[in-house]
C-alpha cells in the first residue's frame, strides 16, 4: 500500500543549530514529493517540492530537501533555524494519478533559544 | 491575490446537530478539495472536485458527509448528524490543476468541535 513515514513525532532544535526532519515514502514508482508548513491556527504553506531532475531542491525561507531514490526519502534540511521556524511540517506525496495528495503525520519542531 | 477562504473558523456542536462549512477557492482554480486534519495527524482528503463534478470521493463518509461545488466556484461541505470523532479542523484547498503538479493552495481551515 501507498504510504508516507515522518518516523519523528517531535524534534527540538536550539536557535541557529541545523535542522533535518526525514521523510520515507513506499510508492510503486518516482512520485512527486512537497513539504508543507503549518503555523498554529494557519492552513498549509508549500515550503517545496520535487517533480524531477536536480534531487536537492531549493524552498522559501532557506529549506531544502533531498530526494533519494535509493533510500525512498525526502528530508527537509535548513542549515540554521530561526525561532519563528517552530511549526507542524508535513511531507506530502502525490502519486501522479491526478489526484490529491498523501500526507504524513506530521513533525511537530520546537525551537529553543 | 486573494487566497482561500473558509468559514466559520470554528464550530462547537453537539453529537447528533448537523454543521455546514463553506469555502471560496483562489479565483479560476478548476480543482477543490475537502480534508479533514484529526488532531496531531496529517490531512486526510475527504472529496476532491474538479470544476463542479466529483473526481474522487472514495475516503468521504457518505451516510453523514455531503458535499457540493455548484458553478463550479464555491463548495460547501455538510455534517448531519455529526459524531465525536468528527471533531477535526476542515481544510480547503484549491489548485489551478488537478493532481500535484499544480500547487494546492490551503484556506485557513474550520475547527469543529463534536460534545
Known amino acids: 500500500a501507498q504510504s508516507v513515514t515522518q518516523p519523528d513525532i517531535h524534534i527540538t532544535v536550539s536557535e541557529g543549530a541545523s535542522l533535518e526532519l526525514r521523510c520515507n515514502y513506499s510508492?510503486?514508482?518516482?512520485?512527486?514529493l512537497f513539504w508543507y508548513v503549518q503555523s498554529p491556527g494557519q492552513g498549509l504553506q508549500l515550503l517545496l517540492k520535487?517533480?524531477?531532475?536536480?534531487?536537492l531542491v531549493q524552498g522559501i525561507k532557506g529549506f531544502e530537501a533531498e530526494f533519494k531514490r535509493s533510500q525512498s526519502s525526502f528530508n527537509l534540511r535548513k542549515p540554521s533555524v530561526h525561532w519563528s521556524d517552530a511549526a507542524e511540517y508535513f511531507c506530502a506525496v502525490d502519486s501522479n494519478s491526478g489526484y490529491a495528495l498523501n500526507f504524513g503525520k506530521g513533525t511537530s519542531l520546537l525551537v529553543t533559544p | 491575490e486573494a487566497g482561500v477562504a473558509q468559514s466559520p473558523r470554528y464550530k462547537i456542536i453537539e453529537k447528533r446537530q448537523s454543521v455546514a462549512f463553506w469555502c471560496n477557492p483562489i479565483?479560476?482554480?478548476?480543482?477543490l478539495y475537502w480534508y479533514q486534519q484529526i488532531l496531531g495527524q496529517g490531512p486526510k482528503l475527504l472529496i476532491q472536485?474538479?470544476?463542479?463534478?466529483?473526481?474522487?470521493d472514495s475516503q468521504l463518509p457518505k451516510d453523514r458527509f455531503s458535499a457540493e461545488r455548484l458553478k463550479g466556484v464555491d463548495s460547501t461541505l455538510k455534517i448531519q448528524p455529526a459524531k465525536l470523532e468528527d471533531s477535526a479542523v476542515y481544510l480547503c484547498?484549491?489548485?489551478?490543476?488537478?493532481?500535484?503538479?499544480?500547487?494546492?493552495?490551503f484556506g485557513p481551515g474550520t475547527r469543529l468541535t463534536v460534545t
Open positions: 484547498a484549491s489548485s489551478a490543476t488537478a493532481g500535484g503538479v499544480g500547487e494546492q493552495y
Open positions: 479565483s479560476g482554480h478548476a480543482t
Open positions: 472536485f474538479q470544476n463542479n463534478g466529483v473526481v474522487d
Open positions: 520535487y517533480f524531477s531532475g536536480d534531487t
Open positions: 510508492y510503486g514508482a518516482t512520485p512527486y
